[in-house]
């Protein structure tokens, strides 16, 4: 995490010399320097790019810590391990299932959400499809697959 905030604070700073410098130059601007004042432009924009590339490469990393923590919670919830403050019942409420019945229906639920993406989700009822795909199947063992 440390590098991509780096990376991004580096950027930033590289963005805003190069903005000083345009400022600069324009103000000193002179027929002759008209050169210096489109240099200053040029590197302006490739600082403003890999700006943006900083920011979207920071925005990539939270997003994954983000579901990182999210799975981490789910699995936890899923199994019963959930570590609750001290005076607190740590009980959800809902039976613990196996990590491997989570990861059929993780499986099941990312078909959906592809499925969904791709547009075939469509009123034709073709939306149960992904309910049937053969990486992804609904084990019979499990009652509550049995009522889908």
């Known amino acids: ?33 008209n050169i210096a004042t489109d240099t200053a432009l040029e590197s302006f924009k490739q600082k403003w790019e890999l700006f943006r590339v900083a920011c979207d490469q920071a925005e990539e ?15 936890d919830e899923a199994t019963g391990h959930v570590a609750g403050k001290p005076g607190q019942a740590t009980m959800t409420g809902l039976p613990p299932i196996s990590a491997v019945r989570l990861e059929q229906m993780s499986k099941a639920v990312r078909w959906l959400v592809i499925e969904l993406q791709h547009g075939s989700g469509g009123p034709a009822g073709s939306s149960s499809s992904a309910l ?17």
């Open 132 to 148: 049937s795909h053969p990486s992804a199947p609904f084990d019979a063992r499990f009652s509550e697959d049995a009522a889908q």
């Open 61 to 75: 990393y939270v997003e994954s810590v983000k579901q990182r923590i999210g799975s981490e919670c789910l699995v």
């Open 1 to 33: 995490m440390d590098s991509v905030v780096d990376s991004l604070n580096s950027a930033y700073l590289d963005f805003i010399a190069a903005a000083a410098t345009v400022l600069e130059a324009r103000e000193t601007s002179t027929a002759l320097k």
